[in-house]
């Protein structure tokens, strides 16, 4: 009360004796006491009558005239009695807002995170375009700066972004603290008036807030600088959604020679499948032996991208797989490649003069187109032809001994006499004569092998060498002589870019570059496992293996392209031994002749 008010205070009977305080004296007791001091009904006539009642229909406190005046058919509680109940309500609806403030607040600690995240992102990728650029010559300064603008702008959109959330989300926190510290001061004084007069105000914004649109935190793309080694663009901002650390590979079950597939799937940070036009996907595979093996890339423009592979060895075999230059968490991943089981399927022949007999097998053949079965026979001085299931078809008669014999690409069949003359003849697969070729660069040829492009491989007893023949024989292209061996060569194949010759006085197997360079041997002799006892003929399946006629030890065995001993197979021949071998490539039949019971054996 100001001066003027306490003097008139004064005069008044009714508030004669009310007790007076000067406001620097007031002590905390008295604080409490006016706090506490019943609320006095404003109606008229009513002004001597505290707000003891609360009325329920008319949301109002009234006092005890109010009840009988005005309020006589109201349902009527006492005022701390309604105050209890609305102070649960309000105690609830408090409640809520600070689970919901936790929310808010783990969204601002995500939000920031996300934020260093973001620029730790840009800063490395900045540092990574620097230490690239450093190594480039001076004229590609202003390339650096040009970039760096480029991560500026980036940055601070980001930033800009990030900001803009933040500030938002602080905000809504501000307005929720704020209504909790209002309701949480009004549950503190627990004064039932002032619950009642508040609790309909702060419920009403507790269900505002808690009800208000909540927006989901501003995750900046994933940022890479990515350098390519064209010659026109040295490198690239990918700005994209691909997490790599979330990105998954998926492998199918490899065999050697058989087309595989690796697929990379690119995923958000939720782990959600996604396709980013400018996502940049790299697999390198590194073989068992150390070689990279050729891929293709099919992107499926849905975030699916299947690299297609065929493995050409057994063993384990390196995946590096890389999404926009970040490895793929396990990367490199190891892939074991099984190799394809050779099974017996059937045999067919004897010894013996009639037709589909045998005197004295010198070789045989398979047509990849047909699948017929050539066997040469010495004795009988003729080739004798089979279905692919051993059934004889035809015999085509020579005048001299043939030592060897090959199918051509377009299934015609090629002889090889160790004669003076008329070594090479041609005929086609019904056994009709078609011509001589050439044969004026051989003296005494053993074995006869057709490369990929028609060139005529022929071992040749007289210098011990392996000559290679154009495919008309007139010229010969190449001569090969192993280094400090005095042994001849038996057999020979070609594969890329590899000569592969046996030599059964040696014990092994021979290798030899394109140009005829010695490169190394394949085995020595003896009976463990790839070790010869006069290894004589040889072919390379489709799944690229070696696959040697090892005829003392009375077994095949089978090799990696670089020597390495992956299997073998005997037990088939029981007292005979296995002397000839060839394939069909296109089914994968192998056959195999013994020298002894001049039996043919087909595996599958």
Known sequence: ???????????????????????????????????????????????????DFYCEDCKVLICLKCSIVSHNRHLVTDTRKAALEQKMQMTEALAKLKAEILLYENEIKKQTELKDKNVTDIMNAEKKMTDSVEEWIRNLREHEKKMKQKFRVIYEAEQKQH?????????ITTQLKSCVERGQGVLERNISAEILQTNHTILQRCEELINARKSDPY?????????????????????????????????????????????????????LQCYQLDDQIKVDILTAEGDHLKTELKDSKDGKYTMTYTPQCVGRHSFKIKVNEQSLTGSPFVVQIHQHHYQSAFMFGSRGSGAGKFCSIRDIAVSDRTGTIAVADEIKRSIQLFSSNGQFKTQVKLDGEPCSVAFTDCGDLLTLSSEKNNKLRLFSEEGQFIKHICDKHLKAPTCLFIASDGRLIITDDANNEVKLLSPDGNDQLM??????????PYCAVYHQNKFYVSYPGAHCIKVFDKTGGYIHDIGCEGSSDGEFHCPNGLVIDKCNRLIVCDADNKRLQLFTLSGKFLSKLEGEWRSD????????????TLVVSSIWHSHIYVFH
């Open 577 to 588: 031994a296995p002397y000839y071998a060839a394939i069909n490539l296109n089914s994968g």
């Open 479 to 488: 001569s090969i002589t192993a280094p400090n061996c005095d042994h001849y």
């Open 1 to 51: 009360m100001c001066e003027s008010c306490f003097q008139a205070h004064q005069r008044l009977k009714a508030t004669r004796d009310h007790r007076n305080v000067l406001i620097d004296k007031l002590q905390a007791q008295d604080v409490q006491e006016l706090i506490e001091r019943p609320v006095i009904c404003s109606q008229q006539y009513h002004e001597d009558q505290a707000l």
């Open 219 to 271: 995750k900046s793309p994933y940022l890479n600088y990515l350098v390519t080694k064209k010659f026109d663009t040295f490198d690239q901002i990918v700005v994209t959604k691909t997490d790599s650390s979330m990105c998954l590979a998926e492998f199918d079950d490899s065999e050697i020679g058989r087309e595989s597939n690796v697929v990379v799937v690119t995923r958000d940070s939720e782990g």
């Open 163 to 171: 900001k803009t959330r933040l500030a938002n989300l602080e905000l």
